[in-house]
């Protein structure tokens, strides 16, 4: 992906707060002081020596977040899994590492409150599949003092946990896959259901003796897909206590590309089904802004016919349907889509809630405080 100059500064400059802002708005000042989590996001290059380390920095602090939840974890039913995931966690440590003035691997609730009061980048290590774990639960225990934190149950196919959200057969979690609920629970690491077929996320909501996240999802009710979420279980999952994060994808609109409307849309419908304590944003994009041109559409196109050719292309993705929203399309779009819900007359708190709150108050109730 390309930076996007424009994003870049114009998420700077909205960050900055040139003028007062109106009394629609969320506002930049407001902003700043409130924690911002992504539920699913991406850091971009790992080379903190690259000659592009600056300005991807300045997008960091350009964005406004908190904390991301950063995949750290190989997916997929091919071997070498586990021995792939240790590589990508050494990566992503010692990228974190390499700048302690910027980033901090986040592993209690306590490190979201210093990622905020520092100014710093919080990176939550997650997975999203278990098939690391392969058939030894045992190594839950690596990944824990590796300081991962989420661990997402399948990605979109079956593995020996349970079924991913396109297998046909919806079997639910195998007595394996609860015995590594159980074993996630025991180390108090998050249970991740996104991607889940209906029966995993229902089946992983009660089984779980702590509340749960679905990171990066949609509303069933609104575009019938696999990758979107029920009301029955956006009201189990916050009945339990846990919290569904709302995507920026094609996943939101039965064609075409998905806009702010669509992600307000589903937003305002998760608040009324699960409550306004119950719904974070999950992006599942990086945080930068991208150019929306000709090189970037094949860019997209390749890695969606890769993603088709490996059987794990969800209904709802397409070679010309970009995985963003273009009103969001920066940085600081977080920002925007605050002052947006403002607009439409949500009060701050529960903004507030929205944009970092609620995924917090879940670690706190998962990791401890």
Known sequence: MIV???????????LALAGPARAADFGAARYRRTMVIDGLSSLGS???????????????????????????????NTPGRFEETLRRVTRYQRF????????????????????????????IFGFQDTVPLETEIGRLDLFDLLGVRIVQLTYNKRNLVGDGCLEPGNAGLSDYGREVVAGLNARRMIVDASHAAQRTIAEAIATSAAPIAISHTGCRALNDVPRNTTDADLRALADRGGVAGIYFMPF?????????????????????????????LGTDGGIRGVELNADYAASHRRFYEERKAMGVAAPGEAPDVFN???EYNEPARFLRLADDLAARGWPARRIEKLLGANFARLCADVWGR
């Not at 600056?54 to 960091?60: N, S, T």
């Not at 075409?256 to 974070?280: L, Y």
Request: proline share 4%; no cysteine; net charge neutral.
């Open 96 to 123: 974190v590492r390499a700048l302690p003035d910027h980033l901090l691997h986040v592993r209690t609730a306590a490190d979201l409150g210093a990622a905020q009061a520092s100014g710093r980048l919080g990176v």
């Open 46 to 76: 790992l080379d903190p020596h690259a000659p592009g380390i600056a300005d991807q920095l300045a997008i960091y602090r350009a964005s406004g977040l908190t904390a991301i939840h950063e995949t750290v974890g190989a997916a997929g």
């Open 252 to 280: 939101l609109r039965a064609s075409g590309q998905a806009h702010a409307a669509d992600v307000i849309r589903h937003i305002e419908h998760a608040v009324k089904v699960a409550g306004e304590d119950h719904v974070a």
């Open 4 to 14: 996007s100059r424009r994003a870049l500064i114009g998420g700077a400059a909205a």
């Open 324 to 326: 963003l929203v273009p």
